[in-house]
């Protein structure tokens, strides 16, 4: 039977007992329900995604969970958190019910948190946060068990989420938190309790719903807000709000401060920096020794996330050497940098996929790394731009403001699409002009067209640009993974 084949995150009881529900089964008396015991490997709010043996939470946000209860019992949901019992149920299926299935999965969380007695590491920045989490994963999985999402859970659901599937015995877990507004990050940031919390970086992101960029600096200051007790600041050297970043997390009662960055003075410099195939070898001074290392991931500012990864590791009691070594097996995540080879007649291009989300400092990164890509001979470097979405009226101006980068790169073609676009393709000087679109669906075809053997194509944009689409189409045209079998 599957429930005896699951590993148990939470058994009826603890579960009732975290939330405060009642256990029952459809049109059942909570008083007399007598209903075997159950136990749940897992927690799902998605009966698409769920699991034999999960936990359905039936939220209320986009869609009213509570619709799909005969779906997720179908699945083999081992029950479900729900705050009514609808008509269409199952009969007899195990349900705890409580006053609101979102309360109840903080509950979870909580409770989940309180008994591991593992490190938790709290990461949060304008750019760079996922990135960053799936290092965490592979560094801090060389001494132990870690917990993280498989995808960026990083709002008011997706945060409970992850902390109530942490395992008990689990030595690590890391969480990614995000925002678009002031006050979000402290509710999770308090959930989450992290025994380190790092800020990747502070740039103008979400601008449409924030006064300015130190503003900006003040939201993600709040993950300093939740630090448990001796718990440590990692903070970005070269940014300008160090200053305040540092002085919100003295106020918020850290214990102690680490920086990385390349100017002199932080605690994990990075001095140098090369392309090294589909990853790069870095020299850092990490507490104060010079060690060169390979990492699986290229782009500099992934370098600078990996100093974020190892200083925040070295402050939970992670080892370092085994940390370090370990990232040579990591590789980009799906829309995070990821290459694909691409077979075309009579070679193949390259696809450096960056499709998944953008603002202008994640936007400046990927268009260097796409420059620090040396095509061969014949090929060129070939930028497929979408729109950076909820950047107010500034968007105009910080669109423009990309083509110096793209200059500085020495990209031989761009493909922009969108409105905000626009205003990057007036100012692009002619030989750099590939085609705009008014949408990423009409970049497909041309972009199909164009790729030529040699060439290096990077995609990038916010996620409701949609220019994901045209990597897609590009790995569908005949990609194939590069490095699959480096992947931690």
Same mark, same amino acid.
């Given at each position: 039977?599957?429930?005896?084949?699951?590993?148990?995150?939470?058994?009826?009881?603890?579960?009732?007992?975290?939330?405060?529900?009642?256990?029952?089964?459809?049109?059942?008396?909570?008083?007399?329900?007598?209903?075997?015991?159950?136990?749940?490997?897992?927690?799902?709010?998605?009966?698409?995604?769920?699991?034999?043996?999960?936990?359905?939470?039936?939220?209320?946000?986009?869609?009213?969970?509570?619709?799909?209860?005969?779906?997720?019992?179908?699945?083999? &949901?081992?029950?479900?958190?729900?705050?009514?019992?609808?008509?269409?149920?199952? $009969?007899?299926?195990?349900?705890?019910?409580?006053?609101?299935?979102?309360?109840?999965?903080?509950?979870?969380?909580?409770?989940?948190?309180?008994?591991?007695?593992?490190?938790?590491?709290?990461?949060?920045?304008?750019?760079?946060?996922?990135?960053?989490?799936?290092?965490?994963?592979?560094?801090?999985?060389?001494?132990?068990?870690?917990?993280?999402?498989?995808?960026?859970?990083?709002?008011?659901?997706?945060?409970?989420?992850?902390?109530?599937? #942490?395992?008990?015995?689990?030595?690590?877990?890391?969480?990614?938190?995000?925002?678009?507004?002031?006050?979000?990050?402290?509710?999770?940031?308090?959930?989450?309790?992290?025994?380190?919390?790092?800020?990747?970086?502070?740039?103008?992101?979400?601008?449409?719903?924030?006064?300015?960029?130190?503003?900006?600096?003040?939201?993600?200051?709040?993950?300093?807000?939740? #630090?448990?007790?001796?718990?440590?600041?990692?903070?970005?050297?070269?940014?300008?709000?160090?200053?305040?970043?540092?002085?919100?997390?003295?106020?918020?009662?850290?214990?102690?401060?680490?920086?990385?960055?390349?100017?002199?003075?932080?605690?994990?410099?990075?001095?140098?920096?090369?392309?090294?195939?589909?990853?790069?070898?870095?020299?850092?001074?990490?507490?104060?020794?010079?060690?060169?290392?390979?990492?699986?991931?290229?782009?500099?500012?992934?370098?600078?996330?990996?100093?974020?990864?190892?200083?925040?590791?070295?402050?939970?009691?992670?080892? #370092?050497?085994?940390?370090?070594?370990?990232?040579?097996?990591?590789?980009?995540?799906?829309?995070?940098?990821?290459?694909?080879?691409?077979?075309?007649?009579?070679?193949? &291009?390259?696809?450096?996929?960056?499709?998944?989300?953008?603002?202008?400092?994640?936007?400046?990164?990927?268009?260097? #790394?796409?420059?620090?890509?040396?095509?061969?001979?014949?090929?060129?470097?070939?930028?497929?731009?979408?729109?950076?979405?909820?950047?107010?009226?500034?968007?105009?101006?910080?669109?423009?403001?990309?083509?110096?980068?793209?200059?500085?790169?020495?990209?031989?073609?761009?493909?922009?699409?969108?409105?905000?676009?626009?205003?990057?393709?007036?100012?692009?000087?002619?030989?750099?002009?590939?085609?705009?679109?008014?949408?990423?669906?009409?970049?497909?075809?041309?972009?199909?067209?164009?790729?030529?053997?040699?060439?290096?194509?990077?995609?990038?944009?916010?996620?409701?640009?949609?220019?994901?689409?045209?990597?897609?189409?590009?790995?569908?045209?005949?990609?194939?993974? $590069?490095?699959?079998?480096?992947?931690?």
């Amino acid at each position: 039977m599957v429930k005896d084949m699951i590993e148990n995150l939470w058994s009826a009881y603890e579960a009732a007992a975290a939330t405060g529900g009642a256990l029952c089964a459809r049109g059942g008396d909570p008083k007399s329900w007598t209903a075997e015991e159950w136990n749940a490997g897992g927690i799902s709010i998605d009966t698409r995604s769920l699991k034999p043996g999960d936990i359905f939470v039936a939220l209320r946000d986009a869609r009213d969970g509570h619709e799909f209860l005969k779906n997720a019992f179908d699945a083999g &949901a081992a029950a479900a958190l729900v705050s009514r019992a609808p008509e269409d149920a199952p $009969e007899g299926a195990p349900l705890l019910v409580v006053g609101d299935t979102l309360d109840g999965l903080r509950d979870l969380a909580k409770a989940a948190r309180t008994r591991n007695f593992g490190k938790r590491i709290g990461v949060t920045g304008s750019a760079g946060k996922t990135s960053t989490k799936e290092i965490l994963r592979a560094v801090l999985g060389s001494d132990g068990e870690v917990h993280a999402a498989d995808k960026s859970f990083n709002n008011h659901w997706g945060v409970p989420l992850t902390l109530a599937r #942490l395992p008990m015995r689990a030595d690590y877990g890391v969480f990614e938190i995000g925002m678009n507004h002031l006050g979000e990050i402290t509710p999770l940031t308090k959930l989450v309790r992290p025994h380190a919390a790092i800020v990747t970086t502070v740039a103008a992101a979400h601008l449409e719903f924030f006064k300015s960029v130190e503003e900006i600096a003040e939201a993600k200051a709040e993950i300093f807000s939740g #630090l448990a007790p001796g718990g440590v600041a990692v903070l970005p050297f070269d940014n300008e709000f160090f200053p305040l970043l540092k002085k919100r997390a003295e106020e918020a009662g850290a214990a102690s401060f680490v920086s990385f960055g390349e100017k002199d003075g932080a605690d994990f410099q990075l001095l140098d920096y090369k392309p090294e195939g589909a990853g790069a070898t870095l020299k850092a001074k990490i507490k104060g020794e010079v060690q060169s290392f390979f990492a699986g991931v290229p782009g500099r500012h992934q370098a600078l996330n990996i100093l974020a990864a190892l200083a925040a590791a070295d402050a939970v009691g992670c080892p #370092l050497g085994p940390a370090i070594h370990a990232l040579a097996r990591i590789a980009p995540a799906e829309g995070r940098g990821a290459r694909s080879r691409i077979a075309l007649e009579g070679g193949e &291009a390259t696809l450096i996929d960056e499709s998944y989300n953008a603002n202008p400092a994640s936007m400046a990164a990927a268009i260097g #790394l796409l420059g620090a890509s040396e095509p061969p001979s014949g090929g060129r470097r070939i930028a497929v731009l979408g729109e950076m979405l909820e950047l107010g009226p500034d968007g105009p101006a910080l669109h423009r403001g990309l083509a110096e980068a793209l200059v500085a790169a020495k990209v031989d073609r761009v493909y922009a699409a969108g409105q905000l676009m626009r205003h990057l393709w007036d100012v692009l000087p002619d030989a750099m002009r590939g085609l705009y679109a008014d949408d990423a669906v009409g970049l497909v075809g041309p972009v199909l067209d164009a790729v030529a053997p040699g060439d290096i194509i990077m995609v990038k944009g916010s996620n409701a640009s949609k220019v994901s689409a045209v990597a897609r189409a590009l790995k569908q045209s005949g990609g194939k993974e $590069e490095n699959k079998e480096s992947r931690a």
